[in-house]
């Protein structure tokens, strides 16, 4: 019997973010169970994919049984290829409890130490050091899964704090002893979606912060530009029911009791907003609809099992369950996404800065022509979109065989999930911009307030970032607000109802 899945996504982001991983006290029956099965199919002396053959296109290779730990040894060994950047270390907390959680179903014929191996790197934060690059997304995440084993055995390079280490060094600071691979073992870690999940699933936290940062920065600048009551009115979006009415819902919280509204409310000649103010709940909506496929699919994932082999009851089975296919395309989702938040952010800002559409002064500074303002700040989130644009291009369709055809259809999914960070850093600095130009133009209204959650975002934005008088360097406001949008601060202002 294979163990349930259990994790959500709650509780992964909270490991992420330092917490601990719990498996059911249980965990250990089936894994044992697996491992005995796993045991007695290779008493029979039948050839068995991974455990005493080759792999890939070398499965026809049998290997005799006193080099079958020297095959899961050199099996971690070669495919540890990576190259790039290393990845952050939230994300290697969440891939060391992917795989654990994986491992402990027990459908993966390996030993209870294995896992508790993953588990006790995970507890003492002796995080392996992964590069970013190299895997295809198909026969599991083997590159980056590759370094991750060479520290259980001893060996790669491992995060202790701030410094990189040796993996023995890294294992003997943490009290640690290496782990000796048994048959299937090496082959067991290094198969599986765990990566391109773990960063798909990294990309998904942050893509909901910033989604609900988006509808902030958004209803700021409808009270900045003196937008209408369309926004305040759940009639629209009732008629399209979609999760635009929850969008709806959150941006009339956030509006509500804005004393700049009141005094525009009679007497205004304008009949429409532009899109980028009218059109929020139908844009962000869609964009939540993405995020909310993109959730169901990647807490399946991080609940399977993704390695190869399968040991299910007597039966060793031979699949295709680390394709990462599904992750793949809930990557792709996601990029198209953040993309649009970005575009309609941008466009929001444009028209903030035009003094034609926002009756503000123009680029929202006084003595225009002796300062620019806003004006580069705008230019620098166009080009922000235009980056994100091209990063929106799908990878899930961009299969190249691997292995000398013997992997001849890939999924890309690694890389589908790691340009969503690129993405996502792209797209809080649009919205750190928009933010700014924002609380910019609110001050041309005072004394008249805003609403509450508004005022309360634009308390932020000057704690970190002052008025705009006269020009100066815009960076390191951008970056400071951009800091806050990362932190989550501008994402707690929203209150969500019911999906």
């Known amino acids: 019997m294979i163990a349930p899945g259990f994790a959500t996504l709650p509780a992964l982001r909270a490991v992420m973010e330092g917490g601990p991983l719990a498996l059911p006290?249980?965990?250990?029956?089936?894994?044992?169970?697996?491992?005995?099965?796993?045991?007695?199919?290779?008493?029979?002396?039948?050839?068995?994919?991974?455990?005493?053959?080759?792999?890939?296109?070398?499965?026809?290779?049998?290997?005799?049984?006193?080099?079958?730990?020297?095959?899961?040894?050199?099996?971690?060994?070669?495919?540890?290829?990576?190259?790039?950047?290393?990845?952050?270390?939230?994300?290697?907390?969440?891939?060391?409890?992917l795989k654990a959680l994986s491992l402990a179903r027990g459908a993966s014929g390996v030993a209870p130490a294995t896992v508790e191996a993953l588990l006790a790197l995970l507890a003492a934060d002796v995080l392996p050091a992964i590069p970013a690059r190299g895997s295809v997304g198909a026969s599991g995440d083997l590159a980056p899964l590759a370094h991750l084993a060479l520290v259980l055995?001893?060996?790669?390079?491992?995060?202790?704090?701030?410094?990189?280490?040796?993996?023995?060094?890294?294992?003997?600071?943490?009290?640690?002893?290496?782990?000796?691979?048994?048959?299937?073992?090496?082959?067991?870690?290094l198969n599986g979606t765990q990566v391109s999940t773990a960063l798909a699933l990294a990309a998904l936290f942050a893509a909901e912060d910033l989604l609900a940062t988006s509808l902030v920065a958004g209803a700021l600048s409808v009270d900045a530009a003196r937008g209408s009551d369309t926004l305040r009115c759940p009639h629209p979006c009732a008629a399209r029911p979609a999760r635009a009415d929850r969008v709806a819902a959150a941006l009339r919280a956030l509006l509500a009791g804005s004393a700049i509204r009141d005094s525009h409310r009679d007497g205004d000649p304008r009949v429409q907003d532009p899109y980028s103010l009218r059109c929020q709940p139908q844009v962000a909506g869609a964009c939540l609809d993405l995020l909310g496929h993109a959730a169901q699919v990647l807490e399946r994932e991080a609940n399977a099992v993704t390695d190869n082999p399968l040991v299910i009851g007597a039966e060793v089975l031979s699949g295709g369950n680390f394709h990462a296919e599904p992750v793949a395309f809930a990557a792709d989702a996601m990029a198209l996404a953040l993309a649009e938040l970005g575009a309609i952010a941008e466009r929001r800002i444009a028209l903030l800065v035009d003094p034609v559409l926002s009756g503000l002064p123009a680029f929202l500074v006084r003595d225009g022509g002796l300062n620019s303002?806003?004006?580069?700040?705008?230019?620098?989130?166009?080009?922000?979109?235009?980056?994100?644009?091209?990063?929106a291009a799908p990878r899930s369709t961009d299969s190249i065989p691997t292995s000398a055809n013997q992997e001849d259809h890939v999924s890309m999914a690694t890389g589908a999930a790691l340009r969503l960070h690129d993405m996502a850093e792209n797209l809080a600095a649009i919205l750190a911009i928009e933010l700014l130009a924002a609380a910019q133009g609110l001050e041309f209204h005072r004394p008249l307030q805003s609403a509450p959650p508004l005022e309360a975002a634009h308390g932020l934005v000057r704690g970190v970032a002052a008025a705009w008088d006269a020009d100066r360097a815009m960076a390191p406001d951008i970056a400071a607000v951009q800091a806050l949008v990362e932190r989550g601060r501008f994402a707690a202002l929203v209150a969500w109802g019911e999906a």
């Open 25 to 97: 006290a249980d965990w250990r029956g089936p894994v044992e169970a697996s491992a005995a099965a796993l045991a007695a199919r290779m008493a029979t002396g039948e050839a068995i994919y991974g455990v005493n053959t080759g792999f890939g296109k070398l499965a026809g290779t049998r290997i005799p049984a006193e080099k079958l730990a020297q095959l899961q040894l050199n099996l971690v060994r070669s495919h540890a290829a990576g190259v790039g950047p290393l990845l952050p270390r939230p994300v290697v907390r969440l891939i060391l409890a």
């Open 373 to 391: 303002g806003f004006m580069i700040a705008q230019v620098t989130a166009a080009a922000l979109v235009a980056e994100n644009r091209a990063l």
């Open 153 to 189: 055995i001893g060996e790669g390079e491992a995060f202790v704090g701030e410094a990189v280490l040796p993996g023995a060094e890294a294992l003997a600071r943490a009290g640690l002893a290496p782990l000796a691979l048994g048959p299937k073992e090496g082959l067991a870690l």
